[in-house]
C-alpha cells in the first residue's frame, strides 16, 4: 500500500500550480552543508548530516504537487578531491542514508535508481543502492534518481566510449548516430530532460551536474544553505518556475 506523504511539520500547504506549471523533472545540487556547519562552529560532516532531513522534506514536498522525478546530487566525481576523512565520511553517510530511507521511499512509492560510476565508489554504497533498486523497482509515484559519483563530462565520455565500441563492432553504424541514439549510451536507464534545475548555498554554477540532460533547463539559484532548505523552499523556486516563459528555441 501507497501512502500520502505527510504535510509539512508547520502545516504548510502548497501553492495553487496548473499542471504545465509544474516540472517534471527537478535537478538538485545540495550545496552549503560545510558552510552551515562552520557558521556554527562544527565539523563540516555535521553538516552533511544535517542535509539528509532536507532532502526528504523536499521529496515529500515534490510528490505533494506532482514532480514525477527528482536527480540528487550527493557525491561528484571531483568531490574525491576533498579531505580523506571528508571522503571516507560521505562514502559511509550516503550507505547509511539509502539504506536508512529506502523503506520510507518505498512506501511513498518512490522508485529509486543509481546514476554514476562504479570507479572508486565504495562497494557497500554500491551494494546498498542496488539493494534500493530491486526494493522499489515496481514503483511509480516519482523516480529519485541518487547521483552518487556522478560527473557530466565522466557520464558523456563514458557513452562516446560504448558508442564507439559499438560503431568498431559492426553493432552500429556510424550515420545511424544522433542525439536521441547517442542519449541511450548516457544511462542504462532513460532520464528525462530536466526542467528545472535548483541550486542551493547561493552559488551561480552547475558543477558537471547533469549537463546533456540540462541544456534546455530553467535555473533556479536559491540563497540557503541545503541543511535549512525543506520543501517550503522548493515551493518558492516552482513559484519562479511558473513565471518563465520557456521556449526551446522556437519563438
Ligand atoms: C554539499 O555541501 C554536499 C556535498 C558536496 C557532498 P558542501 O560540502 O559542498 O558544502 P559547502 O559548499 O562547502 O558549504
Ligand atoms: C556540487 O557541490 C556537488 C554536490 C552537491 C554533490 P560542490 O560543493 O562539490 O561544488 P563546487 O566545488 O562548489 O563547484
Ligand atoms: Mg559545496
Same mark, same amino acid.
Given at each position: 500500500m501507497i501512502r500520502k506523504p505527510k504535510p509539512h511539520r508547520s502545516g504548510a500547504l502548497p501553492p495553487n500550480f496548473s499542471k504545465s506549471q509544474i516540472p517534471n523533472h527537478l535537478a538538485l545540487v545540495m550545496d552549503g552543508n560545510g558552510r552551515w556547519a562552520q557558521e556554527r562552529g562544527l565539523p563540516r560532516t555535521a553538516g552533511h548530516e544535517a542535509g539528509e532531513a532536507a532532502l526528504f522534506d523536499v521529496i515529500e514536498g515534490a510528490i505533494e504537487v506532482g514532480i514525477r522525478e527528482v536527480s540528487a546530487f550527493a557525491f561528484s566525481? /571531483?568531490?574525491?578531491?576533498?579531505?580523506? /576523512?571528508?571522503?571516507?565520511? +560521505?562514502?559511509?553517510? @550516503?550507505?547509511?542514508?539509502?539504506? $536508512?530511507?529506502?523503506?520510507?521511499?518505498?512506501?511513498?512509492?518512490? $522508485?529509486?535508481?543509481?546514476?554514476?560510476?562504479?570507479?572508486? +565508489?565504495?562497494?557497500?554504497?554500491?551494494? /546498498? +543502492? /542496488?539493494?534500493?533498486?530491486?526494493?522499489?523497482?515496481? @514503483?511509480?509515484?516519482?523516480? +529519485? @534518481?541518487?547521483?552518487? @559519483?556522478?560527473?557530466?563530462?565522466?557520464?558523456?565520455?563514458?557513452a562516446a566510449t560504448a558508442l564507439a565500441t559499438d560503431v568498431k563492432r559492426g553493432k552500429l553504424k556510424l550515420d545511424s548516430i544522433n542525439e536521441k541514439v547517442f542519449a541511450r549510451y548516457l544511462n542504462e536507464q532513460k532520464m528525462s530532460d530536466v526542467d528545472l534545475f535548483l541550486r542551493s548555498s547561493g552559488e551561480l554554477r552547475t558543477s558537471n551536474f547533469l549537463p546533456w540532460q540540462s541544456v534546455y533547463a530553467e535555473m533556479v539559484f536559491m540563497d540557503v544553505l541545503w541543511p535549512d532548505v525543506d520543501r517550503r523552499v522548493l515551493w518558492r523556486a516552482l513559484e519562479e518556475y511558473a513565471k518563465r516563459e520557456r521556449r526551446f528555441g522556437g519563438v
Open positions: 566525481t /571531483e568531490n574525491w578531491r576533498r579531505s580523506p /576523512e571528508e571522503v571516507k565520511f +560521505l562514502m559511509g553517510f @550516503n550507505r547509511d542514508v539509502i539504506r $536508512r530511507r529506502r523503506d520510507e521511499m518505498n512506501e511513498l512509492g518512490v $522508485r529509486i535508481r543509481w546514476v554514476g560510476r562504479p570507479k572508486r +565508489l565504495w562497494k557497500s554504497v554500491i551494494t /546498498e +543502492l /542496488e539493494e534500493a533498486e530491486k526494493l522499489t523497482a515496481e @514503483n511509480s509515484v516519482l523516480t +529519485l @534518481n541518487m547521483c552518487v @559519483n556522478y560527473g557530466g563530462r565522466a557520464e558523456i565520455v563514458d
